[in-house]
């Protein structure tokens, strides 16, 4: 019988000791065996400094098999908290302060505003020295004099198991704070064999990462799905529209997953490389994190020639909820398929599941699923509806099973897949001195999906411009936060309690 995989350890245990596990578009591979010598070396030397099972290591890195080696060994052996690097340093302070990080973890000779924050804050950092001589994802890491060694107090401390939180990620949230979400080994690799089950994925494939590593939907689909059945993962530094095709035609993958706008530059440019479109080896092309037009899913099938599987994720599944299926079973366009790990209903307000083609919430539950949001029993307390978890979005379920989103109940905007909390940027241009009144609101956006915009009433007696308002906002936000719209309006139309509501906003405004 097949040993369940119930934590990272499991996880990378199941490739053959020689197969390549990770691989970069230049340099030297690296097997399954060296990479659980990596994995093993970091979680022995973040023992060594005191890091114990539960306490939170931020990652500050660029996208690559360094970052992907990275992740796998302080989740195996802490909570690995992986963060954006185009963060800025007040984004930084909210997010190591928040997760009252133990370590922080950047490249050596990085730039980052992230380690002078730590500085400020107390927060110990080490360095990682990539070692690609030794293979891709190599690595040696560098820690501070001052740091004191020390015995971990628990004899254990190095041995993961299932319940060991191994992930936190911030989710947005339209009316708090961020909330975090703790993943655990369990959820982790309950979602990793989720996918990996839904694409047939197996040791042959190779995939091409070129999702962000600090993203549930990287780390998961990109990452983990793929090892979990001793397949390879050509990392790239990330996704460049300019290079995907070399990539394609030099790493030669089977399949790849990313979020629609990655999908529509590619389109843009296959015209132009039509010899690597010929020759590729790809036998599907997966898409998750927002809607995926079906019109750019029929291009897509048309110039490849493969499948596009559709899926469906948030961050605290552990990403992927439903997916669309590989052939011979039907894909739906513009459905998100069906049930691919986790149970799934649609409900009404008192959690009755609704007839076919009744819209209401979707609601899950499974091992992917996380246990509670941390440190928010108010926010727990309604995020669950009898043991199922509420996803805040509104949708339909067809008589087979597939399912169509039909709106979201939370306020959240979805910036082509990344998520951004209005609030947060909000306080942000709050803090200028000529703003009285801010509300963040999602604008519709062609290829995006949504963008950000703002309305914004001035202090009276007080002048200030669109473009200074953006420019204070880039100095404060990562770029993708930055309303990319900025209405100076003389009141912002409020709801019939009196409330501002973003939602509906851009259509009040006259921008819908």
């Keep these: 019988m097949t040993k ?100 922080l973890l950047v490249p050596r000779g990085s730039t980052s505003p992230s380690s002078g924050v730590a500085a400020k804050l107390g927060v110990p950092v080490a360095h990682v020295v990539a070692r690609p001589e030794r293979g891709a994802g190599s690595f040696d890491l560098e820690f501070a004099d001052r740091r004191t060694t020390h015995e971990p107090r628990r004899t254990d401390a190095s041995v993961s198991s299932p319940d060991d939180v191994a992930l936190v990620l911030h989710t947005s949230g339209t009316t708090s704070r961020p909330k975090v979400v703790p993943q655990r080994q369990r959820n982790l690799c309950a979602s990793a064999v989720n996918v990996r089950e839904t694409l047939a994925l197996a040791p042959s494939d190779r995939g091409m990462c070129i999702m962000p590593l600090f993203h549930i939907h990287g780390l998961v689909a990109a990452l983990l799905a793929p090892l979990s059945v001793g397949g390879e993962i050509c990392c790239t530094p990330g996704f460049n529209a300019l290079k995907h095709f070399e990539w394609l035609g030099k790493v030669k993958p089977t399949w790849y997953t990313g979020v629609p706008t990655m999908h529509q530059a590619i389109l843009a440019r296959t015209g132009r490389n039509a010899g690597v479109v010929a020759g590729h080896r790809l036998r599907f092309i997966r898409s998750s994190s927002s809607a995926l037009p079906p019109t750019v899913i029929a291009d897509l099938e048309q110039v490849f020639g493969v499948p596009v599987v559709e899926a469906y994720g948030m961050t605290e599944a552990a990403h992927q909820m439903a997916s669309n299926p590989l052939p011979p079973a039907s894909r739906k366009p513009g459905t998100v398929g069906r049930a691919a790990g986790p149970e799934i209903r649609v409900v009404d307000g008192k959690g009755i599941t609704t007839p076919v083609g009744i819209q209401g919430e979707i609601v899950i539950r499974g091992r992917n699923v996380m246990t509670a949001y941390e440190a928010d029993p108010a926010i727990n307390q309604s995020a669950f509806i009898d043991g199922w978890f509420r996803t805040g979005d509104q949708g339909v379920m067809d008589a087979e099973g597939y399912i169509s989103i039909t709106g979201r109940l939370k306020e959240i905007i979805n910036r082509g897949g990344e998520k951004i909390s209005p609030r947060e940027v909000d306080e942000i241009i709050l803090q200028h001195p000529a703003v009285h009144q801010c509300v963040t609101f999602a604008l519709p956006h062609e290829m995006l999906g949504e963008d950000v915009a703002a309305a914004i009433v001035l202090r009276e007696g007080m002048a200030c411009e669109g473009a200074e308002l953006r420019k204070f906002a880039a100095e404060r936000l990562a770029d993708f936060k930055v309303p990319r719209k900025i209405l100076i309006v003389a009141s912002i139309p409020v709801g019939p309690t009196g409330k501002l509501q973003r939602i509906g906003l851009a259509k009040a405004l006259g921008l819908g």
């Design 4 to 103: 369940a995989i119930e934590t990272l350890g499991d996880l990378l245990a199941v490739g053959a000791a020689d197969a390549p596990a990770l691989s970069a578009p230049d340099g030297v591979p690296l097997s399954y065996a060296a990479l659980r010598a990596q994995v093993d070396a970091t979680r022995a030397a973040l023992v060594a400094h005191g890091i114990e099972r539960g306490d939170r290591v931020a990652i500050v890195h660029e996208n690559g098999p360094e970052m992907a080696a990275l992740f796998l060994g302080v989740a195996s052996a802490a909570a690995a908290a992986p963060l954006n690097p185009a963060y800025r340093a007040d984004e930084y302070e909210f997010y190591l302060t928040d997760l009252k990080a133990k370590l």
